[in-house]
């Protein structure tokens, strides 16, 4: 089995939500299991996470543990792309998204067995344009409620916080009009949702059978114009994908493009980074990952 490198940069994420907490358990617990720390951060500023990140693959570092949502996933994963630099993840954020769709335990001492006992795998990202995302991006509801959130909510209230808050931006919701190009193929319709997926999960919840390894990229839109067709797509996510399916109209491929009207911001793993039209497409086992044997 070709396992995880002994050698490794610890980048936390403290103002992910339990990020503070879990810096100088993840730190203890890496020794112990026999990884060396070259560099160690607690990271306060998030919007500086990336920036320590690149210099740790830019010092050849062999392995970047990044500690984090699934937002300092997203912003993390370009600069390991072409690079010998394994990534390995501690889930620290709200909903854990991409951390659950690799089947990593979601309390430290579980991620650090992965980082220690696993083994390396070539993994897929998916792409908006030239950016690189871990999980899923979203266009509709997913965006206005990222734009929107009190600063502090998803920290303090978790996933509660964050569905209520969903619920309240439900009232300024419109539904868009969507055009969906593949090679020839065009498909044009009214849209409540979309969602983008290279894993899984998207808020925690199942809505997508797909792996991180398979080649492809999924659309999944949900039609028409109704919010209560939304509400119930939502609905149907407690059930996992095989419910799901029956609420929305799935697209499967290498390469989409994606038109709205009007324009509407995409949020990539839980950060609103672009806005229609773009590109949406799967980057074929571009980055190695330290993932349970």
Request: charged share 25%.
């Amino acid at each position: 089995m070709n396992k995880p490198p002994r050698t490794a940069a610890l980048i936390v994420n403290t103002k992910s939500r339990t990020g503070q907490d879990a810096f100088r358990e993840a730190c203890r617990l890496l020794r112990e299991g026999g990884i060396e720390l070259t560099i160690s951060k607690a990271v306060e500023d998030p919007s500086k996470l990336s920036d320590e990140v690149r210099k740790a693959v830019e010092a050849k570092t062999p392995m970047v543990i990044v500690g984090g949502g699934d937002g300092s996933i997203s912003s993390s994963v370009d600069y390991l792309v072409g690079t010998n630099t394994v990534f390995a993840l501690l889930p620290l954020g709200t909903a854990n998204s991409f951390a659950r769709t690799v089947n990593i335990p979601l309390d430290v001492p579980g991620a650090v067995r992965v980082i220690t006992d696993g083994q390396r795998k070539q993994i897929d990202l998916g792409m908006i344009d030239d950016d690189y995302f871990a999980n899923c991006a979203a266009i509709g509801l997913s965006p206005l409620i990222a734009e929107s959130v009190p600063h502090g909510l998803k920290k303090w209230l978790g996933r509660p916080g964050y569905l209520a808050w969903a619920a309240i931006q439900m009232a300024r919701f419109k539904p868009f009009h969507l055009t969906i190009t593949e090679g020839e193929q065009v498909t044009k319709m009214d849209a409540l949702e979309v969602r983008i997926a290279n894993g899984r999960f998207h808020g925690g919840a199942e809505l997508v059978e797909t792996a991180v390894d398979d080649g492809e990229i999924v659309i999944q839109v949900i039609e028409g114009r109704l919010p209560l067709k939304l509400l119930w797509s939502w609905g149907m996510s407690l059930g996992g994908p095989g419910q799901v399916k029956g609420t929305v109209r799935e697209f499967r491929g290498r390469q989409f493009r994606i038109e709205t009207d009007p324009p509407l911001s995409i949020s990539i793993d839980g950060e609103v980074l672009a806005k229609t039209p773009v590109a949406a497409k799967v980057a074929r086992r571009v980055i190695s990952m330290a993932m349970p044997a």
